[in-house]
């Protein structure tokens, strides 16, 4: 996956924007209380969010020196959104949360496959 520059570049910029997002979740600003009052996630739960944004970008991160790491936090990344996306269905939420999930969805899903395809080196 981390076989060239572009490559590294965009696992940069994804891994800042899940460094920003887990800081946005910190201290929730209201636009995310929002959100996760609209899909009815409980308020216990919640300090989940920075542990686990901040831990998917120090992997995006650290994944453009260890390919391994970037394949693994791909995957968990799809996975997270993937759940996003069912909790915005069943609280009927067509919103514009559920259209950026489904397309964080769908961006990490393109890439843990495509990281986890074998390369022609592998053969």
Same mark, same amino acid.
């Given at each position: 996956?981390?076989?060239?520059?572009?490559?590294?570049?965009?696992?940069?910029?994804?891994?800042?924007?899940?460094?920003?997002?887990?800081?946005?979740?910190?201290?929730?600003?209201?636009?995310?209380?929002?959100?996760?009052?609209?899909?009815?996630?409980?308020?216990?739960?919640?300090?989940? #969010?920075? !542990?686990?944004? +901040? @831990?998917? &970008?120090?992997?995006?991160?650290?994944?453009?020196?260890?390919? *391994?790491?970037?394949? %693994?936090?791909?995957?968990?990344?799809?996975?997270? #959104?993937? !759940?996003?996306? +069912? @909790?915005? &269905?069943?609280?009927?939420?067509?919103?514009?949360?559920?259209? *950026?999930?489904?397309? %964080?969805?769908?961006?990490?899903?393109?890439?843990?496959?495509?990281?986890?395809?074998?390369?022609?080196?592998?053969?």
């Amino acid at each position: 996956m981390i076989e060239t520059s572009q490559q590294a570049r965009a696992l940069t910029l994804l891994a800042t924007f899940q460094a920003v997002d887990a800081a946005l979740c910190v201290r929730p600003i209201d636009y995310v209380t929002k959100c996760l009052d609209t899909v009815q996630f409980p308020q216990q739960g919640r300090w989940l #969010f920075p !542990l686990v944004k +901040g @831990a998917s &970008a120090a992997g995006l991160f650290i994944g453009t020196r260890v390919p *391994a790491i970037a394949k %693994l936090t791909l995957v968990m990344l799809t996975l997270y #959104f993937s !759940l996003a996306v +069912g @909790a915005h &269905a069943r609280a009927r939420d067509l919103s514009f949360n559920a259209l *950026a999930a489904s397309s %964080l969805l769908a961006t990490y899903a393109v890439l843990s496959i495509n990281a986890l395809r074998p390369s022609k080196t592998d053969k």
